[in-house]
């Protein structure tokens, strides 16, 4: 039988919760980011040949906008 990898991501020593480990929020947020970057990573290369911080900004979004809210907004 194949295994499919699942991404698994750990934040632990955070007071979020009780426990102080968060597993589904950080995982949420990687799938996104994921999700994300597939998206804008290719359309601010194309951007960033005619404008640089443009192009810049919109490949930093995954990884600076996205991947923490979804992370951070989930508790647990």
């Known amino acids: 039988m194949a295994c499919i990898p ?37 359309i601010g290369a194309a951007v960033w040949c005619c404008n640089h911080k443009k192009g810049e900004r919109i490949m930093s979004h995954p990884a600076m906008v996205v991947r923490p809210s979804i992370s951070n907004c989930i508790p647990f």
């Open 6 to 42: 699942i991404p698994l991501c750990i934040e632990c020593g955070n007071t979020d919760n009780p426990c102080r480990c968060k597993i589904i929020g950080p995982t949420l947020g990687f799938v996104g980011f994921v999700v994300a970057a597939v998206i804008e990573w290719p």
